[in-house]
């Protein structure tokens, strides 16, 4: 089937919208991504049709709601190749997965244990784990980056050692845009006994990742940057540490028996589900991911190729304009400045001409510290954005520099 962006335009709504008398130029994916209609109407039919809390109700809502929640379940369990579907773990997004994952390791690290994170990570991907040193005596450590915004990897394997617990890595660095070389990273940790967790959030709209041939302990990921809903994600850990991990949040929903004197908990995946999740939110992830695969993962990563080559060479044509990010394993996201002007200014005077782009640290400012910058503008496309888009970018660039300076 041959790419069509015009035809897959026309499925999302939100693209056909104007923003301050402009056609949106929407490129600020790496936020959150928009929604085709089918997501769209499956939150509607659920909400519509058979909305009920699921995994208790005898009667007929309640088993619909919860075939259509299980079943999603079973498709992102189909998506990633994982090897369980107690292993699929529904969060409320990447951010949830990973504090879930840096609690349960709060008891299973010793003083003096050490974790390794790199220097491309999102807060969401930092703070945890400082919490988790805090409280268990472990030491944090930081594999640092090379002017090109990629890891020294070189410096990572003289940071693994017998006291390595813990690797952290995103797949995909959201503010460069940096694949990460996950694999090779993973290999290494488990080398010398090290779990490792990978943030999938960048990556899971880019790439379809294989969790079995990944061998990963964990990883996590939203669904809303992969065109479902925000509010839902998925953590997911292999069961032998699933099972060594204590539940995160107590309640309904994750318990097998409830008595003043005991409680047990119940089995996978279930332990780590207390309360009432987002059913709709699970279903609609379902949805999505049905719709990514239908446009297909090898599709999308050439279109989005072209985007970022072509938008690559157009802004560098710009004087004065410089990107931050420029390793040779990059998905499309464009960090960049200009000479003597503030990215947030940049991006207001774009705004007004309908593009949104993000500005500021984009969550990751040990990186922005590195460049010694406040900040950058970052454009980043998706499978639905157009080379004329690319175009209407560099225009407004060019504008907001000539008003600028
Ligand atoms: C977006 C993002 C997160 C945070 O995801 P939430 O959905 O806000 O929890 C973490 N890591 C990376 C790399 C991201 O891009």
């Known amino acids: 089937m041959a790419f069509d962006v015009q035809k897959i335009r026309n499925d999302f709504p939100i693209l056909q919208r104007k923003v301050n008398g402009y056609p949106l130029v929407y490129l600020d994916n790496a936020a959150t991504s928009q929604k085709p209609q089918v997501v769209i ?196 850990g292999k069961e032998d540490w699933l099972r060594k991990m204590p539940p995160y949040q107590g309640g309904g929903e994750m318990i097998k028996e409830v008595t003043f004197e005991k409680t047990t908990y119940a089995d996978l995946p279930h332990k780590f589900e207390a309360g009432t999740p987002n059913i709709c939110g699970g279903i609609a992830f379902g949805a999505a991911i049905d719709y990514l695969n239908s446009i297909g993962f090898n599709a999308i990563a050439a279109h989005e190729k072209m985007l970022l080559d072509y938008a690559t060479k157009e802004l560098l044509a710009i004087e004065g304009l410089k990107i931050y990010g420029t390793g040779s394993e990059k998905t499309s996201v464009i960090s960049f400045n200009i000479d003597g002007i ?11 001409l309908g593009i949104a782009v993000r500005t500021g640290h984009h969550c990751a400012q040990p990186i922005m510290d590195y460049f010694n910058i406040p900040g950058t503008v970052r454009a980043s496309f998706s499978f639905y954005n157009t080379i004329e888009e690319v175009d209407s970018l560099v225009q407004g660039v060019i504008k907001a520099k000539l008003m600028l300076t």
């Open 41 to 236: 109407d499956c939150i509607v039919d659920y909400y519509s049709n058979y909305n009920a809390n699921i995994h208790r109700g005898v009667h007929t809502l309640s088993q619909e709601a919860t075939d259509a929640y299980e079943m999603a379940r079973k498709k992102i369990q189909t998506h990633f190749n994982i090897a369980h579907l107690h292993e699929v773990i529904f969060t409320s997004g990447t951010t949830h997965g990973i504090n879930l994952v840096a609690n349960g390791f709060s008891t299973l690290l010793n003083k003096g244990d050490e974790i390794i994170v790199s220097a491309l990570e999102h807060h969401s991907n930092i703070v945890p784990w400082q919490m988790l040193c805090e409280r268990s005596g472990a030491i944090l450590k930081v594999i640092p980056i090379n002017e090109e915004g990629v890891l020294i990897l070189s410096a990572y394997e003289e940071l693994l050692s017998e006291k390595t617990k813990l690797v952290f890595v995103n797949h995909i660095s959201n503010a460069l845009g940096t694949i990460n070389p996950i694999k090779k990273i993973i290999e290494k940790a488990h080398a010398i006994g090290a779990a490792v967790l990978i943030d999938g959030a960048q990556s899971c709209s880019h790439i379809k990742p294989d969790l079995i041939d990944l061998d990963v302990d964990f990883y996590v990921t939203s669904a809303h940057k992969m065109c479902g809903p925000t509010g839902v994600g998925i953590l997911y």
């Open 342 to 352: 503030h990215p947030y200014d940049i991006g207001t005077i774009i705004d007004k």
